[in-house]
C-alpha cells in the first residue's frame, strides 16, 4: 500500500491554460480614445486599416477686445483725412482745368474793379488818356459808365430796403447828460452861409393837405408849437461824433399842425442858403421819410446849448435826426415839401445811400 499524500512546499502553480490572463491596462490621455487591442491574425489587422487619429481639440474662444468709443464729433469739427487715389493722368488735366478758370476770375475781377472805380481815382492812375481808352474798350462788353451808375444804384437801393425793413420806429438813440458835451464840429459841405441869410427868413411848407402853402416865420414856430430839449449824439459818416443840448420844435409837432397830403410818405428839404466849395449858391437837399419825421427824436432844431444856433451850426433852423449820419442832418432849412415819391437827396446823387440810418 503506498502511503498517504503529505503536503509538499512547491511553488504556486499556474493558472490553468484556459483561463487568459487578464489584459494590462494602458493609461490614455484624457479626451483621447482607447487604441483598438492588436489582432494575432495578419489578415485582421490588414482589414482594420490604420488607425483612426484622435480628434483635434479645439482651442479656447479668444475673448473679444474691448472697443474704445470713438468720440462724439460736433458739427464744426475736422473729419479723418482719407486718402484717395487719382490717376496721374487726370490730376494733369484737373490742374490746367483750375489754373485756366484761376486766371479767368483774376482777369474777370480786375475788370469789375476797374470799371466801379470812380472816374477821378482812374485817372490819378492811369492818366486821363488811358482811362478813356480803356473805359471805351469795356463799354464795348457792357461795361458802360452808364450801367456802371445802374449797377451800383441798385445796389444800394437793395441796401437802404433792408435797412428800412429792420429799422424799428419806437428804437431811441442813447441820450446824455449835460457834463457829457463835446465839442461839435462846423461841417458845411461848402462854405458857411453869412448873417445876410437871417434877415426876412421863413420856413415854405408845401404838399399839405390844406391843399394851400404855408409861409412860417422863427416866431410863428415858436409860438405854435412847444419847445423840446434833448442831448444827443451826432454821427458824421466821415468817423467823428460830438454830443450835443439841442433845442426846438419836434417834426412830428409839425405834422399835426400842419397835416401832409393823403398819400405822402416822404418830406423833401431844402437849403437855398446853402452855398459850394467857392462860396457860390448850391441848393442843398435830403429826402426823409415821414416815419423818421414822426420819431420822438426827430427835432427842427431851433437853440443850441440853451441859445439860438449859430450861423456854423445850422441857424436859424435844422434838422436833427440822431438815429441817421450827419449828412441827413441839412442845415440852413428854408423849405420842406411833402411827396408821395421819394425825392432826390444831395449826397445820393454823389454815390451816398438815401437812407443813411445808424
Known amino acids: 500500500m503506498s502511503a498517504p499524500d503529505e503536503p509538499r512546499d512547491t511553488p504556486d502553480e499556474p493558472p490553468p491554460p484556459d483561463e487568459p490572463p487578464p489584459p494590462e491596462r494602458v493609461l490614455e490621455a484624457p479626451g483621447a480614445e482607447s487604441a483598438a487591442p492588436e489582432s494575432d491574425n495578419a489578415d485582421d489587422k490588414m482589414e482594420a ?3 483612426t487619429p484622435p480628434a483635434p481639440i479645439p482651442p479656447a474662444p479668444t475673448p473679444p477686445e474691448p472697443r474704445t468709443p470713438e468720440p462724439r464729433r460736433g458739427f464744426f469739427d475736422e473729419r479723418p483725412e482719407v486718402a484717395v487715389e487719382i490717376p496721374r493722368r487726370r490730376l494733369a488735366a484737373q490742374s490746367r482745368r483750375d489754373f485756366i478758370l484761376f486766371a479767368a476770375g483774376v482777369i474777370a475781377s480786375a475788370l469789375g474793379a476797374w470799371w466801379l472805380l470812380p472816374d477821378r481815382r482812374k485817372a490819378r492812375l492811369v492818366g486821363a488818356a488811358t482811362r478813356d481808352r480803356l473805359d471805351t474798350l469795356a463799354a464795348r462788353v457792357g461795361l458802360s459808365r452808364a450801367n456802371r451808375e445802374k449797377a451800383l444804384n441798385g445796389a444800394l437801393t437793395f441796401d437802404d430796403d433792408v435797412a428800412e425793413a429792420l429799422y424799428s420806429k419806437d428804437r431811441r ?4 447828460e449835460k457834463s457829457q458835451r463835446t465839442p461839435l464840429k462846423n461841417n458845411y459841405h461848402g462854405h458857411t452861409p453869412g448873417p445876410e441869410i437871417l434877415t426876412g427868413w421863413t420856413l415854405n411848407l408845401t404838399g399839405l393837405a390844406s391843399g394851400r402853402d404855408e409861409r412860417l416865420t422863427m416866431d410863428d414856430l415858436l409860438r405854435r408849437l412847444p419847445h423840446r430839449e434833448q442831448i444827443t449824439r451826432l454821427v458824421c459818416v466821415e468817423g467823428w461824433s460830438g454830443i450835443a443840448w439841442w433845442g426846438g420844435v419836434r ?6 399842425a400842419f ?3 393823403p398819400g405822402a410818405r416822404w418830406a423833401a428839404m431844402r437849403s437855398n442858403v446853402s452855398l459850394d466849395g467857392l462860396g457860390r449858391p448850391e441848393p442843398y437837399y435830403v429826402s426823409i421819410d415821414l416815419d423818421t419825421a414822426r420819431h ?3 427835432l427842427l ?3 443850441q446849448d440853451g441859445v439860438p444856433l449859430t450861423l456854423a451850426h445850422g441857424a436859424p433852423l435844422r434838422l436833427l435826426a440822431p438815429m441817421k449820419l450827419g449828412l441827413k ?3 440852413g432849412v428854408t423849405d420842406i415839401a411833402y411827396t408821395a415819391s421819394e425825392p432826390a437827396d444831395y449826397w445820393n446823387e454823389h454815390g451816398y445811400s438815401k437812407y443813411d440810418g445808424l
Open 49 to 51: 486599416g490604420p488607425p
Open 259 to 261: 397835416p401832409p397830403a
Open 173 to 176: 438813440v442813447r441820450t446824455y
Open 301 to 303: 432844431a431851433t437853440h
Open 251 to 256: 417834426f412830428a409837432d409839425l405834422l399835426a
Open 329 to 331: 442832418n441839412i442845415k
Open 296 to 298: 420822438p427824436q426827430t
